[in-house]
């Protein structure tokens, strides 16, 4: 019997007798609710606090991402796509530039590969911090959000020093990245390797043995592996149930079969083992942050040489954000007309990419991104297509919140780690 | 098993197959498709068992109009293989797989929402991202992005796309 | 210790102004401004982050750049225990009856801040999906534009929000 069918069969006329009716109470969670990691709607259906049912009702940040890029350049689709999952907005434009260069058949130069798997790994921890904030917040260890959000801070000040924003950067770019580390971009890294591991030390010591999480996530919201592969679950979550599936191990792309990681897996399941699944890969990502620091001490170019690809552009990062570099600017309105028309046709029309369709999977904070693009030739994507790690891991909630209570639900949905951007697209 | 003898081994039961960018890509008709997907399941060379993505493109003025399309992975075997199936303007309908992959459950719904295609023997097809009640198949290139005009200061910007390029 | 004030706001009184306390009369000028100084002091924001901005607001509301300096870290979960809506993200069509019930059910006074381009204005998503602006569906107090907003920026916007209560008279 679906939901609607109890809400539709239920008997509410009042009882002649006066004698006290059983029935299961279906109440609703969300859209705004502070615990529900964004906009997400549960229908639960509970006999007193214990559920009985679950079903998740997605769509209200639907924002049309997938039809906006068939409007818009292939260049111009980095910024739609980077927005999705707005976590993790390095792993959309990774995905989706390694899905145009599978197209047009070229390869980003070794520093770009480089410059892509580091700041996908800083993301990465800032996504896990992220995760561990709100987690530990809607669980009521409030502290935890102050401490990752301090974290946070740090790595956002490093993007922003590179790339000119704290989220939702466009700076991979078909053809590499736009621009290179800054000055003692490096170093700044460096200091945030050197206090990192601490910090994550910290964070273990407050919660790993704490009674009161270990009482709240241990044996909550099982998902055996056999469950999590048919309901497409990928990421920590599958890890978590002893699965050692990773795309970056399976099948690499950017060079990381060259890096040195593990991957990190627990067996029982839970919401604690998915906990430590991503404090370890934080760990792990430290490791590969610095693996690149060591590649990057040989300068490179960063985007191809290419011109009908390349972004045109050399772009610096100024007092007010990102943008093109005094001397670019005087070069093309001063020195060459044909940089002009070039930079002109470039930004207005763009790359023709030929034709064809490819799928390419990378490894977000929360499973397999994958993106099925479509060309028909022109200078504008025919189709984009983002598989959300979010979107199918979400349906093995109602698996894994049945016969548990009203509270594990908030442990579960944190423990999966949404991002409703991704599912809504 | 790299992407050629992949290609081998699909062909023996379904010859339609192409190799592009290292990629294969295998056509099956409507009525074979459950088929085909168990084939590809059990069959122990292949061992295609986890569907990553359902769905569609749309290309008008073609005959099929439309390709469902499916991303199988094999999680022993790490290949991938693509799955599509064409379907004709006026019997926009497919069998559902939820029946084999229990994860395409919200991708066919997902995949009606945007393109109207009808999978029959899904256990509850609504919409999903699009508010109930919706009228139209938004991601179909037939419909209209749908922006507002732009008016500031005596300023008119039409939406993206009604500009001329 | 000398204040800093932000340019733009107001530090003394003007001739027309004292000349309107004069005519409306010292006690109720006076209870006025005491009103408006207690509301601005601390206003406690309804959760509604949807998107992107949602995270900036936050960090916001973090450590690092602590919105409890204005007594505004602790955001109800409740509407009907709030009095500002920091509309953060793009609002979808399906999310924008839940915004009008939300709004509708926090409690007079209330004000809405509309935190980044989607919500300002639709942002770069100019489509079927999106709702090209929240003020066609709340009145608006201040729009803080960014793609999101740097949380200086918000707290800026913040700001001016309450300047504007501090200085607009309710007992009219």
């Not at chain 1, 790993?208 to 709240?216: A, D, E, F, G, H």
């Not at chain 3, 973090?62 to 007594?71: E, Q």
């Amino acid at each position: 019997m679906t939901l609607d069918d109890a809400i539709g069969t239920a008997d509410l006329s009042p009882s002649s007798t006066g004698e006290i009716r059983q029935e299961t109470m279906v109440i609703n969670m969300g859209p705004q609710h502070p615990s529900t990691h964004g906009v997400l709607r549960l229908l639960l259906e509970l006999d007193g606090e214990t559920v009985l049912a679950c079903e998740p009702i997605v769509g209200y940040l639907h924002t049309g991402i997938e039809k906006n890029t068939e409007y818009r350049t292939w260049q111009q689709g980095v910024t739609f796509v980077t927005r999705a999952d707005y976590l993790s907005p390095f792993f959309n434009e990774v995905g989706y530039c390694l899905a145009v260069e599978k197209l047009l058949g070229i390869e980003a130069p070794p520093r770009a590969q480089v410059l892509r798997v580091l700041f996908c790994e800083m993301n990465r921890i800032a996504s896990h911090l992220v995760w561990l904030a709100t987690s530990g917040l809607e669980l009521g260890a409030v502290s935890v959000m102050l401490y990752g959000f301090r974290e946070r801070e740090q790595i956002l000040d490093i993007f922003e020093a590179a790339t000119g924003l704290r989220m939702n950067h466009a700076y991979v770019r078909i053809g590499g990245v736009v621009m290179d580390l800054p000055d003692r971009g490096a170093d700044r890294i460096g200091d945030f390797l050197t206090m990192m591991p601490g910090r994550i030390d910290e964070y273990e010591r407050l919660l790993t043995k704490n009674p009161i999480w270990m009482q709240r996530n241990i044996g909550v919201g099982p998902l055996g592996a056999a469950d999590a592969r048919a309901l497409g679950v990928t990421g920590p979550v599958l890890r978590a149930a002893g699965v050692p599936a990773d795309v970056r191990r399976d099948e690499p792309y950017c060079g990381y079969e060259t890096y040195e990681f593990d991957v990190v897996t627990r067996d029982s399941g839970d919401c604690f083992a998915r906990y430590e699944v991503r404090i370890g890969e934080m760990r792990q990502s430290l490791k590969l942050v610095e693996q690149c620091l060591e590649r990057l001490r040989e300068p490179g170019p960063v985007m191809v040489e290419d011109p009908k690809v390349r972004w045109p552009a050399q772009l610096e990062v100024g007092p007010d954000g990102i943008g093109n570099s005094a001397r670019y600017i005087e070069h093309i309105m001063e020195e060459s007309m044909e940089a002009l028309i070039h930079h002109f046709k470039m930004v207005t029309e763009g790359v023709s990419v030929p034709s064809g369709e490819v799928y390419v999977p990378v490894e977000s904070p929360r499973g397999e991104l994958g993106f099925y693009v479509v060309s028909d030739g022109g200078n504008r994507p025919y189709r984009v297509r983002m598989r959300d790690p979010s979107f199918a891991n979400l349906q093995a909630v109602p698996q894994m919140v049945r016969g548990g209570l009203v509270a594990d639900v908030i442990a579960v949905i944190s423990s999966i780690d949404p991002v409703l951007g991704g599912v809504d697209r | 098993m790299n992407v050629d003898h992949l290609a081998e081994r699909v062909r023996r039961s379904h010859p339609d197959v192409v190799v592009a960018r290292g990629e294969a890509t295998v056509l099956v008709g409507r009525d074979g498709l459950l088929e085909a997907l168990r084939t590809f399941r059990d069959d122990e060379e292949l061992r295609l068992d986890f569907l990553a993505s359902v769905t569609a493109t749309d290309w008008p003025g073609r005959d099929p109009r439309f390709r469902v399309v499916y991303e199988l992975l094999s999680a022993e075997h790490h290949h991938r293989l693509r799955v599509k199936v064409g379907l004709p303007e006026d019997d926009v309908r497919v069998p559902s797989v939820t029946g084999l992959f229990p994860t395409a459950n919200w991708h066919e719904r997902e995949t009606y929402d945007f393109f109207g295609v009808a999978f029959e023997g899904h256990p509850n097809l609504r919409r999903i991202l699009l508010p109930e009640g919706w009228e139209g198949w938004p991601l179909r290139k037939t419909e209209e992005l749908g922006g507002v005009d732009t008016r500031y200061h005596g300023a008119f910007i039409p939406p993206v796309d009604r500009r001329t390029r | 210790m000398p204040v800093e004030r932000l340019e733009g706001f107001r530090t003394g009184k003007t001739g027309e102004e004292s000349q309107e306390e004069f005519e409306r009369g010292l006690l109720m000028t006076t209870l006025d401004k005491a009103v408006s100084w207690a509301r601005k002091q601390s206003m406690w924001p309804v959760t509604f982050g949807l998107a992107c901005c949602a995270i900036e607001m936050m960090a916001t509301g973090a450590g690092d750049y602590d919105l409890s300096r204005w007594g505004m870290e602790l955001f109800r979960a409740s509407p009907r225990q709030a009095d500002l809506m920091i509309v953060a993200g793009r609002v979808s069509q399906k999310m924008a009856p839940v915004l009008r019930t939300i709004y509708d059910q926090m409690p007079e006074p209330k004000w809405v801040i509309s935190m980044g381009v989607c919500a300002s204005a639709g942002g770069m998503f100019t489509n079927y999906a999106v709702v090209q602006g929240v003020d066609t569906i709340v009145p608006v107090d201040i729009y803080v534009p960014g793609c999101p907003p740097k949380p200086e920026m918000l707290m800026y916007g913040i700001l001016r929000l309450h300047e504007k209560v501090r200085t607009e008279g309710r007992f009219k």
